[in-house]
């Protein structure tokens, strides 16, 4: 049997999880506004539930996964569904998605298909690896952080909290980003980020 869990959020990153979830019964979906039209992702219809007080009230055990890229957004839900103890939320290493045995994860963390994630990576809560992202040996990243499709961390990176790393994103070897940072699309950082803001282009320099 499958274990069963239930999705929050009814945007493109909710419908794309559960593309890549089939070893997962998939209950339903929880969002603040009510759909116009049935969601379907393939062959499967993913039933409305309610809003989030969906969740608060259950009084059984429950999985959970927060389908959010947003990291601000990410954070918000979590905390309101953890003052419910019946809520879990388990990490999901997706389809195709290769991770070290010795990799540690918080909770709620979600590793996408084709995503790789090398030896001694330490995650936080909350982390949301996109399709093909990969994080080398001896990554950090901190709670709440969001890898975008095709980033690419080398070795020993270390990611603050709440980050936002944008498509198709480079960092090279041994470098840090604080906390709080974005980085554009194809961004190429070669040098720490010290502070937080918005960093773009190649080399990556800070425009906020």
Request: hydrophobic share 40%; proline share 5%.
């Amino acid at each position: 049997m499958k274990p069963q869990i239930i999705l929050t959020g009814s945007g493109g990153c909710m419908r794309e999880l559960a593309w890549q979830m089939p070893d997962w019964q998939i209950s339903g979906y929880v969002d603040v506004t009510p759909p116009e039209h049935p969601i379907k992702v393939g062959d499967r219809i993913i039933p409305y539930l309610g809003k989030d007080d969906f969740l608060l009230q259950q009084t059984k055990d429950i999985n959970v996964a927060i389908a959010v890229g947003d990291p601000a957004l990410r954070q918000k839900i979590a905390q309101k569904l953890q003052t419910n103890p019946h809520i879990h939320f388990p990490n999901l290493i997706l389809h195709g998605a290769e991770v070290c045995s010795d990799v540690k994860l918080g909770q709620g963390c979600i590793i996408s298909m084709d995503a790789r994630v090398s030896t001694n990576v330490r995650m936080g809560d909350f982390v949301f690896l996109n399709i093909g992202a990969m994080v080398c040996h001896d990554g950090r990243l901190g709670d709440y952080v969001t890898l975008a499709p095709d980033v690419k961390l080398a070795g020993a990176v270390h990611i603050g909290s709440h980050c936002d790393i944008g498509l198709g994103t480079k960092v090279i070897q041994g470098s840090t980003i604080a906390d709080h940072v974005r980085t554009g699309a194809g961004a190429v950082v070669v040098r720490d980020v010290e502070e937080a803001g918005t960093v773009v282009g190649v080399p990556a320099r800070k425009i906020k």
